[in-house]
């Protein structure tokens, strides 16, 4: 069974530009529109990169500003200052 | 070194949570840490904790005063607006009263609970996680309380929430879940709250529930249920990392994590039982069924995660195969339960209209029509004829879980499971094989269960006979219990719409 990394963030105007960035910079991404919230779904991986972002809300982004739109998450994570990354791979 | 490069987010967060313990020298440690080696985990290096969420307390207090700002500024809104109009039906309350009545009491104990493990752990960035979810639980019902008292003055069954909480039959099993994580020690504590319920199992609670609050028009509730949601991601990665960290630290690790890991999420799933019917039978409108969920969140997204955890001789929870089966019953079973006992439960209960039952049909084509249907469509005509059935004898309880003996043998769903034990001269019976099991490794413990019927019947609960019960609960009886049709809360729903139409007209 493929092992899924997901992202679900709530469904509002500060989290649009991350959830479009999301759906840019992750090929095949399947999306799960719920009321008020959306889980976006990678086989293996799924990313939010800073840079994209930022391009889209033309300010700069802390990739820990995620977690004022994060309502959940599967895989594990890894965060640093240019991107917010689930995996299942090692 | 230059003097103006800004530290990356790895290194800050380094410095400020590393070497801020030290070892004790007037007191050995094993005495400043007294409960961490008790249990048998053996931990050969605290440093290895890895915190992938590296969150400074600084970025900590700046999110969280901006979550808190955003959301109090929906209560507000939401009471400015008479919301609790505007929600899509009168029974939608009930779901509030089961989940503050139940649930956030429980926020409370992890808030507790994870104070002490913020305590009794010996590594300092584990302590500092846990400290961080201390404070996150208790916001919670904080959160809570504030957006349901908005409902509390207009519905009934939800003034006297942490009186009944402690008393009432059905809330016993949400209290004694936590009583018995609490009563572990913090290492069992973090598998059973940060691992099985943050991790296995809050998505099923917070995110298609909360999902339906938005669609039944239910703003405030949805903003508490992801704000709260928010903080449950990090709850999450402390979850998984607790696991990773004990499994990598000694080879004894495993079984005795294996065991929590089987014993937790079969208690989780039991619990959450009463999560499956408020998403099948009492949210009016509805965004998936618990079913739905319970392939999302358990089999696609568990399966994913055991698959990873397979690395360190982890499996899936025993039992997962049976839980898995039973999401095609359990939201039925339990409905069934609370319809028949509705004159002692503080919420309201209905049997459901013949659109819900073809929704019913649709999302459990192997079980609905076969099992609950008839039951559903005798109960209603009795109702119509003035026969509405209540079951007046008070149910056996299982000795782990503490829900009433009503859930049906895998395999076959016309047969009562039951199963027994024998200890120290006494018999205790349980719903499943896997309640059976949790009460067999650790008989002393659940042998002094505090079981609501048997206290009533020992005269621990106010008295002999219903009515003394149902006061000794604080229960309005006539407003907080029996069915909505007829209760205050529908006779006000009626009014406030009988309003909205005449002045649209």
Redesign the interface.
């Known amino acids: 069974m493929a092992q899924i990394a997901s992202i679900t963030l709530v469904h509002t105007d500060e989290a649009r530009p991350i959830i479009e960035a999301i759906m840019a910079d992750n090929p095949g991404v399947r999306v799960l529109n719920m009321p008020g919230a959306v889980k976006l779904d990678c086989d293996g991986t799924i990313t939010v990169k800073r840079a994209s972002v930022e391009e889209r809300i033309g300010r700069s982004w802390d990739p820990q500003e995620i977690q004022l739109v994060l309502v959940s998450m599967a895989g594990n994570l890894d965060e640093d200052d240019d991107h917010f990354t689930l995996s299942w791979r090692h | 070194m230059s003097g103006t490069k800004k530290l ?3 290194q800050r967060y380094e410095y400020l949570t590393r070497g801020l313990d030290w070892e004790t020298s007037y007191q050995p440690m094993d005495k400043v840490f007294p409960y961490d080696s008790f249990e048998g985990i053996k931990i050969k290096d605290w440093s290895a904790w890895e915190d ?4 400074t307390m600084d ?1 900590y207090w700046k ?1 969280q005063a ?2 808190e700002r ?1 959301l109090y500024a929906v209560i507000d809104a939401f009471a400015q607006n008479n919301g609790q109009t505007g929600i899509s039906d009168g029974r939608y309350a009930n779901v509030l009263k089961l989940f503050l009545t139940g649930i956030s009491p429980e926020e409370y104990q992890a808030h507790r609970g994870f104070a002490f493990a913020g305590r009794h752990l010996r590594g300092a960035g584990t302590r500092v996680a846990a400290q961080m979810q201390s404070i996150d639980e208790l916001r919670h019902l904080q959160t809570q309380v504030h957006t349901i008292s908005h409902y509390n003055k207009y519905f009934d069954g939800i003034g006297e929430f942490p009186h009944m909480h402690d008393r009432v039959w059905y809330l016993s099993v949400p209290k004694s879940f936590f009583d018995d994580a609490r009563s572990a020690g913090p290492f069992e504590f973090m598998i059973a709250i940060g691992f099985a319920f943050e991790y296995l199992l809050t ?1 099923l609670l ?3 529930f ?6 039944n028009g239910d703003m405030s509730t ?1 903003t508490f249920g ?1 704000s709260a ?2 903080d ?3 709850h ?2 402390l979850g ?1 990392e607790v696991i990773k960290f004990l499994l990598e630290q000694h080879p004894d690790n495993l079984p005795i994590v294996q065991k929590w890991v089987d014993k937790w999420f079969w208690r989780g799933h039991r619990l959450l039982g009463l999560v499956a019917m408020m998403m099948d039978y009492m949210l009016p409108k509805k ?2 069924s618990w079913k739905e969920a319970w392939d ?1 969140y358990f089999v ?2 568990g ?3 055991f ?2 955890l397979g ?1 360190y001789g982890l499996k899936m929870p025993k039992y997962a195969d049976i839980a898995t089966a039973e999401a095609e019953h359990i939201s039925h079973q339990n409905w069934a339960v609370f319809y028949q006992y509705t004159h002692a439960a503080a919420f309201h209960t209905w049997m459901p209209d013949a659109e819900h039952l073809d929704w019913l049909s649709e999302k459990y084509p192997n079980t609905f029509d076969k099992y609950y249907r008839p039951r559903w469509e005798m109960w209603a005509k009795m109702e119509k004829e003035g026969k509405r059935f209540y079951n007046n004898a008070l149910p056996q309880l299982c000795q782990t879980c503490q829900i009433p003996m009503a859930y049906t043998e895998p395999g076959n769903p016309t047969e009562i499971c039951f199963r027994s034990t024998q200890y120290k001269g006494e018999t205790y019976h349980f719903c499943s094989d896997g309640c059976k099991d949790i009460f067999c490794d650790e008989p002393e413990k659940f042998s002094q269960a505090w079981l609501p019927v048997h206290q009533i019947f020992q005269g621990n609960c106010g008295g002999a006979t219903v009515p003394d019960v149902l006061r000794w609960y604080n229960m309005n009886v006539g407003a907080d219990n029996m069915d909505y049709v007829g209760s205050p809360d529908e006779k006000l729903w009626n009014e406030w719409h009988a309003e909205k139409l005449r002045q649209a007209s």
């Open positions: 990356g987010l790895r992938p969420f590296r969150l970025s999110f901006e979550k955003k998505n917070f995110v298609p909360m999902s339906g609050a938005a669609y949805v992801f949601q928010s449950e991601s990090r999450m990665t998984i965004v998936m999302i696609e997204a399966g994913a995660l698959q990873d690395r």
